[in-house]
């Protein structure tokens, strides 16, 4: 009897060791790829120039700027509202009727294809408000994209607090919004960035939502003013590999933009690696 | 002073709790405001009208009519219900070959007289013109009775031709099982493998393994869907061509596999969080209790952490069914019903940033193209529900 | 909160106002202003002008809206696009900046070289379907199109097809690089690219208008001297034009512009 439990556990581990490696090697055989092919045009110029020669030379220093600024805009707007909005849920409201209404409707929000963020964005910011094509319209649209990953993160985040931190908190007479200010989010701070890092992965690769609210093909100078547009490296990439007459020239170029897009990104996570473990450390 | 920040903090708070209801809110407003638009419009393009002779006993035809009328398929009026004469298409651009511009009069005053001359002279006759130069005397002319176009047109119309003129066709099904096919397939790849991967994290590996396997997913989740569509189309569907000897590379199951390795990551992310975030008592008590540890994963981790798990497997599925830019590059984005996951299909999301772009502001393509963005709300708000619904009643059931 | 609302709208109209001057629109015409503009800039360093694709319905609605300068289309404006400035009581211009020829392509080891007209016609509204009925090998035919709105997949309609509509379910690739990669790499694969984009790797066919009695090579010799049948020109719309805009537009239009127009691969105006 016991054996073949051991038996079964064998088989079940080695089948879910192997589902691991096989995820892992599929999902490095494609970022290999792309350093493979793209880390030959890197170099100081690659990234501090503006494209040249049609989009067949120079470098992509205009849409990394554009993507800074949709990260800065957008997390401006959504990690405020999304934490406070997470607290609100977890530690104000009862598990009551609205509580659940809003758990689904931010379940949903994270379930809406980013496309439609786009069609949403370009009638409310683009249109009706009158931002035009603008850095403004498409940072609230991609804050909206991430403001259900911040919300459901944070809210894990709080719920993992233990119970009887907040009641140790109340019971040495602390307020509510005391407890919540130096007992919860301090513990659960390093769950918090670990979620928001995250969403800001999500808002440096997302192309569909600026299609029509902010994002631009070519730039001359650098946007100075948030009404401008801006150049941004996903749909920089889009139109290396679809839009322009020379394919096989810009392609080059399109591995190399994928793998900045691809480091960016990298250095976010190890960011965020690294002050989750000192948080944890000085806990 | 202190006090007064805490509780304008603690208003601010309460305040934003709301903020998802308005957004949902102000979403559904806005996309359902541009999309019920295309009901009030007619089912001939915007400023064109369809004439036939006065003696024609055809008194309505329906887009899909129309369309085979001016494609030549239908070439005799006693297939629509008429006469048995041939059908002489007429197009507004022949009025200028038939007449100079000096006969059309200084900025065409003449044109409607010209039209009723030429359309009254055939009885066989069916022309399509913009609406501004109908003729003023009817005698001779019988307009073609217009409808808006219809909810059934729209939701069970079989074909999407949005440009087709003179009566463009906006059938869905094909859209949307294009839609609903790819989505499933992907998923029902992503799901096993995803949580497989998820317990293999969080329950079997080492913690040197996990750590250093965790952050390298979660940076993969990064990889922007643009790349992986490049990626799709410059590589797996030459392979899945190959290796399936298919004419073509641009099939659905091109398509599932790259949204099933796009979606991938979210999955593992979160559900091996949720896996984490059980107390280890809970995993203590049921080896102590004398369960292997296999038995504790599936008898104790799995149900406890379904809520988590739920929730990877629905943004899966949001990823998997919105996803726009990998999908529009690698499934052909052919509008027919798929007979098999090998066959090009055409899902809402690509056709929405495939046409949004060319699609006249205001006009009956662009409402369409918003209606279909409600109809992607509507079933990612159905599947959100009902993860809802079975996440919480597995909570009650333990 | 309704005072921040008042500043960010006071702010979008006082912003717009300071950095007007966008070109937006069809994704054909666009790498065209790109490249334009960028041999534009070298002269005028100041020059500051924004490019943007979209497609052409957005250049020209935006252009209605007022939220761009210049709208760059692959299509004559519409009917009804007209008569919606004239409602809002404004005049809109057109200039032709220059011509795009497209080109039929084929898989290189395809046998065929030459199709009429009326066989492209069948082709691409679904009546013909094996390579052998027009004297290729026994192979099924994969035609490929744009997108059901470009501007190319229209003007193809148009001249091609004789307005009749495409065969329902036909391959749509959401931009020209796409037809070139599928048609590369399928057997029996058919598609349309501008000149420009053309390539080695795939095979571009020669077009009879006269059923067949002469077939014309896409060459841009052939485009200019307007032999060969399948040429469109590429439009800019503007209402009201600014000093920038109008100096760019009259840069395009003089033989230096007409010049990065050719480099890129379009036909010139003459």
Not at chain 1, 90 to 99: A, D, M
Not at chain 2, 106 to 133: F, G, N, R
Not at chain 2, 267 to 278: G, K, N, P, V, W
Request: proline share 4%; aromatic share 10%.
């Amino acid at each position: 009897m016991m054996q073949t439990k051991k038996i079964q556990e064998q088989i079940a581990f080695t089948v879910f060791r192997l589902l691991g490696f096989l995820v892992l090697g599929v999902l490095l055989w494609i970022l290999g790829f792309i350093v493979y092919n793209g880390i030959s045009v890197i170099s100081w110029e690659f990234i501090f120039s503006a494209p040249t020669d049609g989009m067949t030379g120079g470098g992509i220093f205009p849409a990394i700027v554009g993507t800074f600024y949709l990260i800065i805009g957008s997390t401006l707007f959504a990690f405020p509202l999304g934490i406070m909005s997470a607290i609100y849920t977890v530690e104000y409201t009862k598990n009551n009727w609205l509580t659940k209404c809003i758990r689904i409707m931010t379940n949903n929000l994270a379930s809406i294809p980013s496309i439609v963020f786009g069609l949403f964005g370009m009638t409310l910011f683009v249109n009706t408000l009158g931002f035009g094509d603008s850095i403004i319209a498409g940072s609230l649209t991609l804050g909206l994209l991430i403001l259900p990953v911040v919300i459901r993160t944070t809210e894990e985040a709080l719920k993992a607090v233990p119970k009887t931190y907040r009641l140790g908190s109340t019971a040495l007479g602390a307020n509510k919004i005391q407890t919540i200010k130096r007992v919860v989010l301090p513990t659960a701070f390093p769950n918090i960035i670990t979620g928001l890092i995250l969403s800001i992965g999500r808002v440096s690769g997302e192309t569909a939502p600026i299609l029509f609210t902010v994002a631009a093909y070519f730039l001359p100078k650098l946007p100075h003013s948030i009404f401008d547009q801006v150049m941004a490296l996903p749909y920089h990439l889009y139109v290396l590999a679809t839009s322009g007459t020379d394919i096989e020239a810009a392609r080059p170029i399109a591995y190399g933009t994928a793998l900045v897009l691809i480091f960016i990104v990298l250095l976010m996570n190890s960011l965020a690696v690294i002050i989750k473990k000192r948080f944890e450390k000085n806990k | 002073m202190k006090r007064l920040i805490d509780t304008l903090i603690e208003q601010l708070i309460k305040m934003s709790g709301a903020v998802t209801e308005i957004t949902v809110l102000l979403i559904i407003v806005f996309l359902f405001k541009e999309g019920a638009g295309l009901f009030n419009a007619s089912e001939v393009e915007k400023g064109y009208t369809v004439l036939v002779h006065s003696e024609n006993t055809v008194e309505r035809l329906s887009p899909k009519e129309l369309k085979e009328v001016f494609d030549g398929n239908i070439e005799n009026w006693e297939k629509l219900g008429g006469k048995d004469e041939a059908i002489r298409i007429f197009r507004f651009d022949e009025i200028f070959s038939i007449y100079t511009e000096d006969e059309l009069g200084k900025d065409y005053v003449l044109l409607p007289e010209k039209l009723e001359e030429v359309i009254s002279a055939d009885p066989t006759i069916i022309a399509y013109i913009p609406q501004k130069y109908l003729p003023t005397n009817l005698q001779g002319i019988k307009e073609l009775a217009k409808m808006n176009i219809s909810l059934t047109d729209f939701y069970i119309g079989k074909e999407w031709i949005p440009t087709a003129t003179p009566a463009p066709l906006f059938g869905i099904l094909p859209l949307l099982l294009g839609t609903l096919l790819v989505s499933f397939i992907a998923i029902l790849i992503a799901i096993p493998l995803g949580v497989g991967v998820a317990i293999y994290l969080a329950e079997i590996a080492n913690e040197r393994v996990r750590k250093l396997l965790k952050p390298a997913i979660e940076l993969l989740a990064g990889i922007p869907s643009v790349v992986y569509g490049f990626f799709g189309l410059v590589v797996i569907a030459p392979i899945i061509q190959k290796i399936g000897g298919l004419d073509l590379g641009e099939t659905a199951f091109a398509g599932s596999l790259v949204l099933a390795i796009m979606a991938l990551p979210t999955i593992i992310s979160i559900a091996e969080d949720a896996m984490r975030t059980i107390p280890k008592a809970m995993r203590d008590a049921s080896l102590a209790l004398g369960a292997t540890k296999w038995q504790t994963i599936y008898k104790v981790i799995i149900p406890f952490a379904s809520s988590g798990i739920a929730a990877a497997v629905v943004l899966g599925i949001g990823r998997a069914i919105g996803e726009t830019m990998a999908v529009l590059m690698v499934t052909g984005n052919a509008a027919v019903i798929p007979n098999s996951i090998f066959e090009s299909v055409r899902t809402i999301p690509a056709t929405i940033a495939a046409e949004l772009g060319e699609a006249p502001g205001g006009g009956a393509h662009y409402q369409a193209l918003f209606m279909l963005g409600c109809v992607l709300f509507i079933i990612t708000l159905i599947i959100s529900i009902v993860a809802e619904v079975i996440s919480s009643r597995k909570i009650i059931k333990e | 909160m309704k005072k921040i609302i008042l500043t960010t709208l006071t702010c979008a109209l006082f912003g717009t106002s300071i950095y007007a001057q966008k070109i937006k629109g069809s994704d054909t015409v666009l790498p065209l202003t790109q490249k334009a503009l960028e041999t534009y800039k070298k002269e005028n360093k100041s020059v500051a002008i924004s490019v943007t694709g979209g497609g052409s319905g957005v250049g020209i609605s935006s252009l209605l809206s007022g939220s761009t300068d210049i709208a760059q289309s692959s299509r004559k404006i519409k009917f009804d696009e007209k008569q919606k400035f004239a409602e809002a009581g404004k005049q809109v211009k057109e200039v032709i900046i220059a011509y795009d020829a497209l080109s039929v392509v084929v898989h290189p080891a395809n046998k065929v070289t030459k199709l009429t007209r009326e066989q492209l016609e069948g082709i691409f509204t679904g009546k013909i379907k094996n390579w052998k009925e027009v004297g290729g090998e026994d192979l099924k035919i994969i035609p490929y199109s744009r997108e059901t709105s470009s501007g190319t997949y229209e003007f193809f309609k148009e001249s091609v097809l004789k307005n009749k509509n495409y065969m329902n379910g036909i391959l749509s690739m959401p931009a020209t690089g796409g037809i070139i990669q599928s048609v590369s790499q399928t057997k029996g694969a058919i598609g349309y690219v501008g000149f420009a984009y053309l390539n080695d790797n795939v095979k571009a066919l020669h077009i009879s208008y006269d059923k067949g009695k002469t077939f014309i090579a896409p060459t841009i010799e052939n485009a200019k001297n307007k032999s060969y049948p399948i040429v469109r020109p590429l439009y800019y719309y503007y209402t009201i034009i600014n000093a920038t805009c109008k100096a760019f537009i009259d840069f395009v239009l003089t033989p230096k512009g007409q010049k990065v127009v050719s480099d890129a691969g379009y036909i010139s105006v003459e």
